[in-house]
């Protein structure tokens, strides 16, 4: 258990729809990077928030926003959903702002039909 | 941008040693790490390096030359729970973010 906690373990919900997905980090940790991972793609990095802030941007959507409250979870959220952005979503947290060392909560797996 | 190259799958026999290399193209390098991942499950973090050299922890090690943009995870006395992927990952000096790559899948058969 890594300490890191995410929101709803599974989701599936239709195309044109909209989802949250909730993180919490682990005690201390400041900074939140949310991560996709589909079949065909990988791991890839979408954004990263430090201590309430944007700190760095991956290869997000448009369709999709973030951000990372005063008590330090973030919320992913996802709009006009397509049957593509179907995929593995991680949350992972570190203690700065830096990635030296990230620790990744179970996921949340999102089916669009 | 970066590029990041690691072979798609590899196989080996418990309780034998195994190599899994990683090259990797970056504009501006701030470490290298390796996390270990079983299917359907979230990525574990294994080692990170950003000198130099090889970096050893228990059965692991890992190693880094950034002249040659190349590293390995060695993996020793394989065990048939080291069955996962393995994936390389690069920081770079701007965003700092991870960049992975598409993971190398290893089977340990008996």
């Known amino acids: 258990d890594s300490g890191v906690t995410q929101t709803p373990k599974h989701l599936i919900t239709a195309t044109g729809q909209r989802v949250t997905l909730r993180c919490s980090p682990r005690s201390g940790d400041l900074s939140v990077y949310w991560y996709q991972q589909s079949l065909d793609q990988g791991l890839q990095f979408l954004i990263q928030y430090y201590n309430g802030e944007e700190r760095a941007k991956g290869n997000i959507l448009e369709r999709f926003s973030a951000q990372q409250f005063p008590d330090l979870h973030s919320e992913l959220n996802l709009s006009s959903l397509e049957l593509g952005d179907s995929a593995l979503y991680f949350c992972?947290?570190?203690?700065?702002?830096?990635?030296?060392?990230?620790?990744f909560g179970p996921g949340t797996r999102l089916t669009v039909t | 941008g970066q590029n990041i190259d690691q072979p798609t799958e590899m196989t080996a026999t418990e309780g034998a040693i195994v190599q899994i290399n990683c090259t990797y193209q970056?504009?501006?390098?701030?470490?290298l790490f390796w996390y270990q991942q079983h299917a359907g499950e979230a990525p574990t973090f294994l080692s990170y390096?950003?000198?130099?050299g090889l970096e050893e922890k228990g059965r692991f090690s890992s190693f880094l030359s950034r002249s040659k943009g190349y590293s390995y995870l060695l993996l020793k006395e394989l065990q048939m729970k080291d069955s996962a992927s393995y994936l390389c990952a690069v920081s770079d000096t701007g965003r700092r973010a991870l960049t992975f790559g598409s993971g190398t899948r290893l089977q340990v058969q008996p």
């Open positions: 992972a947290s570190s203690a700065s702002a830096y990635s030296y060392e990230q620790y």
């Open positions: 390096n950003v000198l130099d």
């Open positions: 970056t504009s501006g390098f701030n470490g």
